[in-house]
């Protein structure tokens, strides 16, 4: 736990972290802190990202290209793996409208 503080994890997820990946938690962390994001309950990309610039992940590295891609479609598909919702803000006499747009995903190949 204290390694996972020295990169600024608060004590609860650091003992949710534990609790999940037991001994093998800094190896995990460590080769690839992104997957706190699918594993631990209440991590996200964007507190992944934070730990994984605390331990000198490349801003331009793939493992966190792949993971921001997964996070952008995880976060447009929300609402199911075929629709996206977009806001058009098209003013017509002070009305804004709102369309449906309308998309297919494939799945990522493994890199």
Do not use: C
Not at 12 to 38: C, F, K, M, S, W
Not at 85 to 94: D, H, K, M, V, Y
Request: charged share 25%.
């Amino acid at each position: 736990m204290v390694f996972l503080h020295r990169h600024g994890v608060s004590t609860a997820r650091a003992l949710r972290i534990y609790e999940t990946y037991h001994d093998e938690a800094i190896a995990l962390v460590t080769e690839n802190p992104y997957r706190l994001g699918q594993d631990i309950w209440g991590i996200g990309f964007k507190t992944a990202d934070q730990i994984a610039q605390s331990i000198g992940i490349d801003k331009q590295s793939d493992i966190r290209a792949r993971a921001e891609v997964e996070y952008v479609l995880a976060t447009l598909t929300e609402d199911g793996l075929d629709r996206l919702f977009r806001a058009s803000t098209t003013r017509r006499g002070g009305i804004v409208e709102s369309r449906k747009v309308r998309f297919r995903t494939t799945l990522l190949p493994a890199f």
